[in-house]
């Protein structure tokens, strides 16, 4: 069965960086792109960009343009996201979800389980 | 960046009501590239409806999408215990993929 899991909860100050991973399993991890998505606390989810496994081009939102990287290792199906230069509005919970087709625009229909990150001096 | 309002707020029903949650668009939404999502307290998001009307896979027939351009709707039909949390629409017809705020259907 398909299986996104995500790295656990993460601490960290003002300015620094967090890198988040998503291990896949259950499906060929190159035939999905694969999106990354954030939720504060009582809000609806913000999306942040893709990554497209195979060939490894990528996909942001304006929003995190600068700020955000994303990349994938084939040999561990595995998919990463670093958001750099951290502020307290970024606490959040972050979510990688697969897309339902290979297509950029596409909804999403297995997600990780989410990585809490705290950002607090 | 299309913004998507998302009402009722809350919606207090019993089961076996009918439920019905609208999202609208800032702007036309192309393609009826919108999603459906059920969220429960401490869980992912689940897919429910792509493509505005098409029903992921293993998703019970009492849910239905419908709508195009600005105006978009979720119907359950027949609300079971399990039904209840927080729904978010989702488009993906353009960038950046954005989300409604929400509406909660909670046991009246």
């Known amino acids: 069965q398909v299986q996104l899991v995500q790295s656990g909860a993460e601490v960290r100050k003002p300015g620094a960086s967090v890198k988040v991973s998503c291990k896949a399993s259950g499906y060929t991890f190159i035939n999905s792109y694969i999106y990354w998505v954030r939720q504060a606390p009582g809000q609806g989810p913000e999306w942040l960009g893709f990554i497209n496994p195979s060939g490894g081009s990528t996909f942001y939102s304006q929003k995190f343009q600068g700020r955000v990287a994303m990349t994938s290792d084939t040999s561990t199906t595995t998919v990463y996201m670093e958001l750099s230069s951290l502020k307290s509005e970024d606490t959040a919970l972050y979510y990688c979800a697969r897309g339902l087709k290979l297509a950029a625009r596409t909804s999403f229909d297995f997600w990780g389980q989410g990585t809490l990150v705290t950002v607090s001096s | ?108």
């Open chain 2, 1 to 108: 960046e299309i913004v998507l309002t998302q009402s009722p707020a809350t919606l207090s029903l019993s089961p076996g009501d009918r439920a019905t949650l609208s999202c609208g668009a800032s702007r036309s939404v192309s393609a009826s590239f919108l999603a459906w999502y059920q969220q429960k307290p401490g869980l992912a998001p689940r897919l429910l409806i792509y493509d505005a009307s098409s029903r992921a896979t293993g998703i019970p027939d009492r849910f239905s999408g419908s709508g195009s351009g600005t105006d978009f709707t979720l119907t359950i039909s027949r609300l079971e215990p399990e039904d209840f949390g927080v729904y978010y629409c989702q488009q993906y017809g353009s960038s950046p993929l954005t989300f409604g705020g929400g509406t909660k259907v909670e046991i009246k």
